[in-house]
């Protein structure tokens, strides 16, 4: 039986785009200040995933009524585990293409490193520094979504 909360599933988008996400979709940065400069997990997305090799944020498609904030963080845990301390949110970029779907990418900064690959969606986690990610082959919509996120990361 389908699970009408589950965004689970593509949809064709009114640009004529199919992504995935019935109800749009969101992922998180996470960053941990360290005495050497600011560090961003990443995950190395397994062949089983859209442009699997590459390097992005953990995240996926948004619950019926989820906020994308509340989404990226579910789908974090599910994806590289369980976050340590209060994390506090330091900014969001939307990449909204059409009136119909959106990814939200939050950027969240932690208290310390944690993460591993938890399920079939994660080859590996990563900690870098801003300029090692821009050495990484990532996920195409990553690449886009990365000079707007960076600011987030470098402010003080």
Known sequence: MFDRRTGD?????????????????AGVIFVVREPD?????????????HEGGTWSCAGGALH????????????????????PGAPVMLGEYVFNPSHDWAYT?????????????????????????VQE?????????FDAAWP???PFILAD
Not at 37 to 49: C, D, E, H
Request: hydrophobic share 40%; charged share 25%.
């Open 133 to 141: 990610v821009d050495t990484l082959a990532t996920h195409a919509g």
């Open 148 to 150: 707007h996120l960076k």
């Open 37 to 49: 400069g600011p560090r961003v997990m990443l995950q190395k997305r397994s062949a089983m995933s």
């Open 105 to 129: 990418t939050v950027v969240v900064e932690v208290e310390q490193r944690f993460g591993s690959s938890l399920n079939f969606e994660t080859d590996d986690v990563g900690w870098f520094t």
């Open 64 to 83: 019926q009524g989820e906020l994308p904030y509340d989404g990226a963080l579910r789908e974090a845990v599910e994806e590289v585990g369980d976050i």
């Open 9 to 25: 599933g593509f949809i064709r988008c009114g640009d004529g785009r199919v992504r995935w996400g019935i109800f749009g979709a």
